[in-house]
């Protein structure tokens, strides 16, 4: 069974503009979660899907954004990027949620000069 | 108090012994627990996951969850280089779909 897969691998943006990046589940997950990990702040849990729709959301702005599509394909978009948006941004996939095994993929470096 | 706390370490074990991670937690409402291995510039990987008081044994790994005590530890038996990695815990309370990390504590196995 495939795991999780992200794209891109990895992105290099300038302060002020906006970014869209996806993430695929295991097949037949339907819950996709997303997290910031940076060096400082550790794995910072962003929001969670599961069909379709916003289950939790932790505490960040606005300007962060997602959504999920039928298929369990998930994308989240960052607005106005800053530079400490920079870090590796990580998706991950589960049967039912947060209660459960959850995988990650491989993530998507993101850097904001 | 933090909800998932962990020792950053580094902790240093030989080669071939047993390397004991902890990890506590605040809200006695936790029901999952999981324990993450991440090697450096890669992502997190499940290695275990306990939801009952005892112990959970998987090849060389152990993890063991007293709820009294609010904690939970992973030990590693016959610790290989390939060890060497950060070791996340994550919690899970019951009716709260968020699950919250430690920081993660930096083990090195010395050959």
């Known amino acids: 069974k495939a795991g999780v897969t992200q794209t891109p691998r990895y992105l290099i943006k300038t302060r002020g503009q906006q970014v869209t990046l996806s993430c695929s589940p295991i097949?037949?997950?339907?819950?996709v979660s997303w997290y910031q990990q940076t060096p400082g702040q550790g794995l910072q849990f962003l929001f969670e899907?599961?069909?379709?729709?916003?289950?939790n959301k932790g505490n960040f702005p606005g300007r962060f954004s997602g959504r999920q599509f039928s298929n369990s394909r998930s994308e989240m978009n960052v607005s106005t990027l800053e530079l400490g948006d920079s870090a590796l941004y990580l998706c991950?996939?589960?049967?039912?949620?947060?209660?459960?095994?959850?995988?990650f993929g491989p993530g998507t470096r993101l850097t904001v000069t | 108090q933090k909800e998932v706390e962990q020792n950053s370490g580094p902790l240093s074990v030989p080669e071939g012994a047993i390397a004991s991670l902890n990890c506590t937690y605040s809200?006695?409402?936790?029901?999952?627990f999981f324990w993450y291995r991440q090697y450096s510039g890669k992502s997190p990987e499940l290695i275990m996951f306990i939801y009952s008081n005892g112990d959970k044994e998987d090849g060389r790994f152990t993890a063991q969850l007293n709820k009294a005590s609010q904690y939970v530890s992973l030990l590693i038996r016959d610790s290989q280089p390939s060890d060497s990695a950060t070791y996340l815990c994550a919690v899970n309370i019951l009716g709260n779909e968020k699950l919250t990390f430690g920081t993660g504590t930096r083990l090195t196995i010395i050959p």
């Open positions: 899907y599961f069909s379709e729709t916003q289950r």
């Open positions: 991950a996939s589960s049967l039912a949620g947060q209660g459960s095994e959850q995988y």
């Open positions: 097949s037949g997950h339907r819950s």
């Open positions: 809200d006695r409402g936790s029901q999952s």
